[in-house]
């Protein structure tokens, strides 16, 4: 997979997200939007926690056809060596103000998606316009609107095809 480079194309990218596995992170929408991915052959999700929701969430997986696609990497010492196995993270929680596993994304350099809520707009300089998503090239990440699995696919399905603005992005 690239690791902070743009890869061939048809390599695999990695989708990662590191921190508590409960029901507040929502993972159930970035498992339902990987799922409707248009390439999701070329993905593997890293999910790097514990929680109460991991035995329910990997049961949707199996449920949505991708657990073959989903990796339970359980609790980590090392966030930094967890994120240089990722090509971008993922947060979907709903209610954010501002999320240390975002800010560790970004100095690890990956490219983030995230919800447009509360502080995480500033804090990777995307915006969600009612059409979908941001691509400004100052950005660190894009900003999808919360629990919204179409605009989640959308921004992912992106980044996966378009590896050079991944790789900008973080």
Same mark, same amino acid.
């Given at each position: 997979? %690239?690791?902070?480079?743009?890869?061939?194309?048809?390599?695999?990218?990695?989708?990662?997200?590191?921190?508590?596995?409960?029901?507040?992170?929502?993972?159930?929408?970035?498992?339902?939007?990987?799922? %409707?991915?248009?390439?999701?052959?070329?993905?593997?999700?890293?999910?790097?926690?514990?929680?109460?929701?991991?035995?329910?969430? %990997?049961?949707?997986?199996?449920?949505?056809?991708?657990?073959?696609?989903?990796?339970?990497?359980?609790?980590?010492?090392?966030?930094?060596?967890?994120?240089?196995?990722?090509?971008?993270?993922?947060?979907?929680?709903?209610?954010?103000?501002?999320?240390?596993?975002?800010?560790?994304?970004? %100095?690890?350099?990956?490219?983030?998606?995230?919800?447009?809520?509360?502080?995480?707009?500033?804090?990777?300089?995307?915006?969600?316009?009612?059409?979908?998503?941001?691509?400004?090239?100052?950005?660190?990440?894009?900003?999808?609107?919360?629990?919204?699995?179409?605009?989640?696919?959308?921004?992912?399905?992106?980044?996966?095809?378009?590896?050079?603005?991944?790789?900008?992005?973080?």
């Amino acid at each position: 997979p %690239a690791r902070g480079r743009a890869g061939s194309p048809g390599d695999e990218v990695t989708i990662g997200f590191a921190g508590r596995i409960g029901s507040d992170k929502r993972l159930d929408v970035l498992l339902r939007a990987v799922a %409707a991915m248009s390439n999701r052959s070329r993905v593997r999700v890293l999910l790097y926690g514990e929680g109460d929701d991991r035995p329910a969430l %990997a049961a949707l997986a199996t449920d949505l056809g991708i657990a073959d696609r989903v990796e339970w990497r359980g609790l980590t010492q090392n966030p930094a060596r967890a994120y240089a196995n990722m090509d971008m993270v993922v947060l979907c929680s709903p209610r954010e103000s501002s999320s240390n596993m975002v800010l560790e994304a970004m %100095a690890a350099g990956k490219a983030v998606v995230t919800t447009n809520v509360g502080g995480m707009p500033e804090l990777v300089g995307g915006a969600q316009p009612a059409s979908g998503f941001n691509r400004h090239s100052e950005a660190c990440g894009i900003c999808v609107s919360a629990l919204n699995v179409w605009a989640l696919t959308a921004a992912l399905d992106y980044l996966v095809a378009n590896d050079a603005f991944r790789v900008q992005l973080g």
